[in-house]
């Protein structure tokens, strides 16, 4: 069975960095696109970023030139860079791993964004 555990989240002023990790146990992923969605109260779940087996990268607007998104291949893992934290990225942020016949995706993590 596939699990996919997170770390990272907690609370940070605006400004600061935090890096997520999500690390996938049960199988190799390495051909696999994984990436982070995010949640944030009275809004949807949007995607925040994704990256492919070749690390081919897409990012949300709000998102680009402040977050990375990379792999580690030999960990089964993925990680989510985040610089210049804003209020608006507060939110639960959950990683997936695209593996058919569906995604599977994280426990979620709580980052907080606020002076």
């Known amino acids: 069975q596939v699990q996919l555990v997170e770390s990272g989240g907690g609370l940070v002023q605006p400004g600061g960095s935090l890096r997520l990790s999500c690390t996938a146990s049960?199988?190799?992923?390495?051909?696999?696109?994984m990436g982070w969605y995010r949640q944030a109260p009275g809004k949807q779940r949007e995607l925040v970023a994704s990256i492919t087996s070749g690390r081919s990268t897409n990012y949300a607007a709000s998102v680009k030139g402040r977050f990375t998104i990379s792999r580690d291949n030999a960990n089964n893992t993925v990680y989510l860079q985040m610089n210049n934290l804003k209020p608006e990225d507060t939110a639960v942020y959950y990683c997936y791993l695209d593996r058919f016949p569906r995604n599977y995706w994280g426990q979620g993590t709580q980052v907080t964004v606020s002076s």
């Open positions: 049960g199988n190799s992923f390495s051909i696999n696109t």
